[in-house]
C-alpha cells in the first residue's frame, strides 16, 4: 500500500506551472525564513474565542498585516464578541469579487497534554510521529524542507491560510502580476466555538457582501493522500448530553451491589439500543430525511482514490462502521458518535462504589436534509421508547420515587444544519478549472467535506451567495488536540494556491450571466 500512496502524493513539479505559481515558488525560495518568522508571530498570540483580550490581539495583528499590503482594513464589532477581520481590495474592471473566509480562533487547550506549549511555535525536522526532532527556525538564505513541521495551536486550523495569503499577495505584487477579481477578505474570530454571532454579523453589515460573486472557505485539509482537494459544503452538527440516575448518592458495592441500579450498565444499555452491531443507528426514522446527492455528485465521488486500505492501517483499524462502504460514502449519512462518557473513575482513582450517575455526551452530525432539532426529537422518542422518563434539570425527590428509570436531557442550543452547493454551479467551474491547471488530474472533488462550519449555512442559505471549501493543510495535523501541528510543504502549497485563486481568468462569467 506504501508504494500506491506515494504515487497519489501530490507531485506539484510535474504540471507546467502557471505564472502565479511560478511567481509564489520564487518567493518562498527568497523569503521563506522571513514567512515561517511572522507566522510564528501569529502562532504565539493565544486565541480561544473567550478570552477576549488576546483575540482582539490576534484581529489587531492581522488587520495590520494585510493594511500594510494595501488593503482596505476595518474590525467588524459587536458588543462582547470577538471581532471580524474584514478587508478589500478594489481591481479596475473586475467582473467578479471573491471573499476569502479564514477564522482566526482556535480550540481550547490543556497545555498539561501537549509536548511543548501550545502558544510557543516549536520547528520541527519532520512530523512527532515520525520521529521528528525540534530544530532552530531557519534564517535568511538557510535551506527549507517541505517535511519540516511547525507545532503549535492553529498551526494548521486555521492561520494556516492567513499567511498563505500574505505569502501570496506578497509574491504577486514583487513579479507585477495583478488580481483579476475584487478580493474581500472575512477572518471570524469564533468558529471554533461555532460562530454563535455570525448570523447578526452577516446582517448589520449586509451591504458589504451583497456584490459578492463567490466565497473562498479556506478551512479543513487536504485529502488523506496528501493530494490537493476541493469540497462543496460542510456536514450540520449538533449535541446532546444525557445524565441517567441511580442512587440520590454514590454507594459502596460490597453492601449495595446487586441491588442498587447501577448508572453506568443502565447508560450503556440504553447507548447499545442505539445503533446495531455494524453501527448503523436504528432510531426510527433517523435516514428520512436524508437528501440524495445529485448525478453529477455521484459522478465525482466514483474518480476519488480508493484509499480504505491505507486509511485502515494508517488508523489501525480492521473494522469500519456500515456494511463496508467507502469513509466518503459514510460522510453522506447522518452519524451518531459518543464523544464522551462518565461514570465514576477508572485506574488509579477508581474506587469500590456504585456511582449514582452516569453520563454521555453525544455528537450528531449532520447532512443536507437534516435538521438538527428534529434529529434531536427521535434521539428523544427513542429515549421514551426504551422506558426512560426524560427530564431536562436535576429530578427531585418525587420524580426519583416515581419513575423506574430518568434520564436527563441538555440539548446543544447552537446546532446547524449541513449546507452545500452544486459542485458544477457555474461561479464554481473557474476555480475548478485554476486549481487544475497546477494540479493536473491529481485534485480530488468531494461534495462535503466531514467537518462542520455555520458559515456554510449561513452563506449557502441565508446569503443565497455559492461558496466552496478550499483546502492546503496537511490531514495528520492533530487539528483540536495536542500538538497541533502543519507541514511546511503544506502552506507553501497555499501560498501557491492562493496566488492562483486570486489572478484566476475570467472563464465561465458568460455562463453565470447567462444563469
Known sequence: MKKILVLLLFPIGLFAQPKAV??????????GPNILSTYAQLLSLPNHASDLVNIRKNADMIKDLFASRGFAMQLLELDGAPPIVYGERKVPNAQRTLCFYVHYDGQPV????????????VLYDNAMYKGGKPIPFPKVGEPINEDWRIYARSASDDKAPIIALLAAIDALKASGISYTSNIKLFFDGEEESS???????????????????????CDGPVFQT???????????????????????????SGHYGNYAPDPG??????????????????????????????AFEREQLKKVPNIEAYLKEDLQIDFTEGSGEPLFERLLLPSLTVKGL????????????????????????????????KML?????????????????????????????????????????????????????????????????????????????????????????PGISVNM???????????????????????????????????????????
Open 342 to 373: 462518565y461514570s465514576g473513575n477508572v485506574g488509579k482513582l477508581a474506587r469500590n462504589v456504585i456511582p449514582n450517575s452516569a453520563v454521555a455526551a453525544l455528537s450528531l452530525r449532520l447532512v443536507k436534509g437534516n435538521d438538527p432539532e
Open 473 to 515: 493543510v496537511n490531514h495528520d495535523n492533530n487539528q483540536h488536540a495536542e500538538d497541533e501541528n502543519v507541514r511546511i510543504g503544506n502552506i507553501w502549497y497555499g501560498v501557491d494556491l492562493m496566488s492562483v485563486l486570486m489572478t484566476m481568468p475570467p472563464q465561465g462569467l458568460e455562463k453565470i450571466k447567462k444563469k
Open 110 to 121: 490543556d497545555p498539561t497534554t501537549w509536548k511543548n506549549a501550545p502558544f510557543t511555535p
Open 377 to 465: 426529537d427521535l434521539v428523544e422518542a427513542h429515549i421514551r421508547k426504551q422506558g426512560w422518563h426524560i427530564v431536562y434539570q436535576e429530578p427531585d425527590k418525587e420524580t426519583r420515587m416515581k419513575y423506574p428509570k430518568i434520564v436527563k436531557v441538555e440539548r446543544e442550543k447552537f446546532g446547524f444544519p449541513a449546507a452545500k452547493v452544486s459542485m458544477d454551479h457555474p461561479a464554481i467551474l473557474p476555480v475548478i478549472e485554476s486549481v487544475r491547471s497546477f494540479t493536473g488530474d491529481k485534485l480530488v472533488l468531494l461534495p462535503s467535506e466531514g467537518g462542520s462550519n455555520g458559515i456554510f449555512t449561513l452563506i449557502f442559505d441565508g446569503l443565497k451567495k
Open 22 to 31: 511560478q511567481a509564489s515558488r520564487a518567493w518562498i525560495q527568497k523569503e
Open 226 to 252: 496528501g493530494d490537493p482537494s476541493l469540497k462543496f459544503g460542510g456536514r450540520g452538527v449538533t449535541d446532546m448530553e444525557i445524565t441517567v440516575y441511580g442512587a440520590s448518592r454514590p454507594l459502596h
Open 195 to 217: 460562530s454563535p454571532n455570525m448570523k447578526v454579523y452577516l446582517e448589520k453589515y449586509h451591504t458589504l457582501f451583497d456584490d459578492i460573486t463567490l466565497w473562498l472557505l
Open 265 to 294: 450498565f443502565m447508560l450503556s444499555q440504553l447507548l447499545a439500543s442505539m445503533k446495531d452491531a455494524n453501527g448503523r443507528v436504528v432510531i426510527d426514522g433517523y435516514y428520512d430525511s436524508v437528501e440524495p446527492i445529485s
